[in-house]
């Protein structure tokens, strides 16, 4: 279960995409398309996210 995890975390990781997709009022969703992604540096967004979470309680794992 380890494996899968890491396998999990390491695809995020090189996935860094923090792009919100465009809600589509038709279906009250979003369709997945249509909406321009931009791939990030992980380093970037994971100090964002440190100095946007809502505590300090859990962290953030590496």
Known sequence: MQHCFD???QAL???ADPTLEIRNE???GVTGW???HQCRDFEAL???TEQHRYNNE???QN
């Open 58 to 60: 859990g962290g953030i």
């Open 7 to 9: 396998y999990l975390r």
């Open 46 to 48: 994971k100090r964002w």
């Open 13 to 15: 990781m090189c996935a």
């Open 26 to 28: 038709s279906i009250n």
């Open 34 to 36: 249509g909406t321009s």
